[in-house]
């Protein structure tokens, strides 16, 4: 890889700010980077190749920042929402349900054996496309409590689940590298809360007295670390950043911490990987099985029916339509289908376009749910700023 090439992917990834200019349009800002991806990818021009271990080993470094990202904007410190996680859990086990049985009748409908993947991904949700989208729409915290939880709990089952089904004979080893990352994580966890407060007040003055970022590199080597265990035990990177992104949210993250992991993540490593991820996925494949076309239109339908499911504990339709909203557990799939060739010609590119289905039909209902809860005022001035509706 040389430096032109890395000037090629920061410019061609910025068609995804663009395409996301316009608030009114609500698209996601994977939606450009994906599309200049598959632009200069092995879909388009071929001016990147993917499998480039430079580049490759960027993109995992990216995707294991969004994902710990993602479990940062987890809000396991917000007590309305912990109150609501009974009645989320409820909601969430019912979406399970009948994502295990749209799964297998999609699996059927299509000939393969993927319906424990398909399940997957149909019961899904993105705390961190829907949470923006609804603290952008000034909708409180206390008015949507529910739809959190339940957001939430589907958000960690979900990505505890994929590499599990994705790679079903490796199942003891995969486990086994999952509960060592996760007890890690709470090790860490119980560790940031025996320090207290005033300790890392005191180490966060340090650092930024001195500018010598060591809460981010003490991030990053966590994170690096629990990524070590994921590739020696073929967990994926999206399991070590999503497990470290849980522990900065149960201990309470550090605005410093967060403005310089976004710089990173939305700046350089987030792009990166969704070009890389772009141009890994060859759309001739669904010229070849345009089935495949169906099959990403019936998984975002389906993952759609799911979550009406959630009506039966009480949860108004527009907000289980919101639920629905995903991104990254069906980008994991592709990124973890990539790795180790575990899906079928088309089947990423379809895994894709039944995310963005969902997405579409999310903001619809997340409008629609603006409308009926969102307070006069509009949003807290005191709320951290949004998060970018990434995945």
């Given at each position: 890889?040389?430096?032109?090439?890395?000037?090629?992917?920061?410019?061609?990834?910025?068609?995804?700010?663009?395409?996301?200019?316009?608030?009114?349009?609500?698209?996601?800002?994977?939606?450009?980077?994906?599309?200049?991806?598959?632009?200069?990818?092995?879909?388009?021009?071929?001016?990147?190749?993917?499998?480039?271990?430079?580049?490759?080993?960027?993109?995992?470094?990216?995707?294991?920042?969004?994902?710990?990202?993602?479990?940062?904007?987890?809000?396991?410190?917000?007590?309305?929402?912990?109150?609501?996680?009974?009645?989320?859990?409820?909601?969430?086990?019912?979406?399970?349900?009948?994502?295990?049985?749209?799964?297998?009748?999609?699996?059927?409908?299509?000939?393969?054996?993927?319906?424990?993947?398909?399940?997957?991904?149909?019961?899904?949700?993105?705390?961190?496309?829907?949470?923006?989208?609804?603290?952008?729409?000034?909708?409180?915290?206390?008015?949507?409590?529910?739809?959190?939880?339940?957001?939430?709990?589907?958000?960690?089952?979900?990505?505890?689940?994929?590499?599990?089904?994705?790679?079903?004979?490796?199942?003891?080893?995969?486990?086994?590298?999952?509960?060592?990352?996760?007890?890690?994580?709470?090790?860490?966890?119980?560790?940031?809360?025996?320090?207290?407060?005033?300790?890392?007040?005191?180490?966060?003055?340090?650092?930024?007295?001195?500018?010598?970022?060591?809460?981010?590199?003490?991030?990053?080597?966590?994170?690096?670390?629990?990524?070590?265990?994921?590739?020696?035990?073929?967990?994926?990177?999206?399991?070590?950043?999503?497990?470290?992104?849980?522990?900065?949210?149960?201990?309470?993250?550090?605005?410093?911490?967060?403005?310089?992991?976004?710089?990173?993540?939305?700046?350089?490593?987030?792009?990166?990987?969704?070009?890389?991820?772009?141009?890994?996925?060859?759309?001739?494949?669904?010229?070849?099985?345009?089935?495949?076309?169906?099959?990403?239109?019936?998984?975002?339908?389906?993952?759609?029916?799911?979550?009406?499911?959630?009506?039966?504990?009480?949860?108004?339709?527009?907000?289980?339509?919101?639920?629905?909203?995903?991104?990254?557990?069906?980008?994991?799939?592709?990124?973890?289908?990539?790795?180790?060739?575990?899906?079928?010609?088309?089947?990423?590119?379809?895994?894709?376009?039944?995310?963005?289905?969902?997405?579409?039909?999310?903001?619809?209902?997340?409008?629609?749910?603006?409308?009926?809860?969102?307070?006069p005022a509009g949003p807290d001035p005191t709320a951290p700023p949004p998060a970018v509706t990434r995945a």
């Amino acid at each position: 890889m040389t430096f032109a090439t890395l000037a090629l992917i920061v410019l061609v990834g910025l068609l995804g700010p663009v395409l996301s200019a316009r608030s009114a349009w609500r698209v996601p800002i994977i939606a450009g980077e994906l599309l200049a991806g598959l632009v200069v990818g092995v879909s388009g021009f071929g001016w990147v190749e993917p499998t480039q271990p430079t580049f490759t080993l960027l993109a995992q470094i990216g995707f294991g920042l969004i994902m710990l990202v993602i479990g940062s904007h987890i809000p396991v410190l917000d007590r309305t929402v912990r109150a609501a996680l009974g009645k989320g859990a409820l909601g969430a086990g019912l979406v399970a349900v009948v994502a295990v049985g749209l799964g297998i009748a999609v699996a059927a409908m299509f000939g393969n054996a993927h319906g424990a993947v398909y399940a997957v991904l149909i019961a899904s949700s993105s705390a961190a496309l829907v949470l923006p989208m609804l603290q952008q729409l000034g909708i409180a915290a206390d008015s949507a409590a529910e739809l959190v939880a339940q957001i939430a709990i589907a958000d960690v089952a979900c990505i505890l689940a994929l590499p599990l089904v994705m790679q079903p004979s490796r199942v003891p080893l995969v486990a086994g590298g999952g509960l060592l990352i996760a007890a890690i994580g709470v090790g860490l966890a119980i560790l940031a809360r025996r320090l207290g407060p005033r300790m890392q007040k005191r180490f966060h003055d340090y650092s930024e007295s001195r500018r010598f970022g060591l809460e981010l590199r003490f991030t990053l080597l966590a994170m690096f670390g629990l990524a070590a265990i994921a590739q020696f035990t073929h967990v994926s990177v999206m399991m070590a950043g999503f497990t470290l992104g849980l522990v900065l949210a149960a201990v309470g993250e550090p605005r410093r911490l967060a403005r310089q992991l976004f710089g990173m993540t939305e700046g350089f490593f987030g792009p990166l990987f969704f070009v890389w991820l772009g141009s890994s996925i060859d759309l001739r494949n669904l010229i070849s099985h345009p089935a495949m076309i169906l099959l990403g239109v019936v998984l975002g339908v389906a993952a759609v029916l799911a979550h009406l499911a959630a009506r039966l504990v009480g949860l108004p339709w527009p907000q289980t339509v919101a639920s629905a909203g995903q991104l990254g557990v069906p980008v994991a799939a592709v990124a973890l289908g990539v790795e180790t060739s575990a899906l079928l010609p088309g089947e990423g590119s379809a895994i894709v376009l039944g995310a963005l289905v969902a997405v579409v039909s999310s903001s619809l209902a997340v409008a629609i749910v603006s409308k009926r809860t969102a307070k006069p005022a509009g949003p807290d001035p005191t709320a951290p700023p949004p998060a970018v509706t990434r995945a």
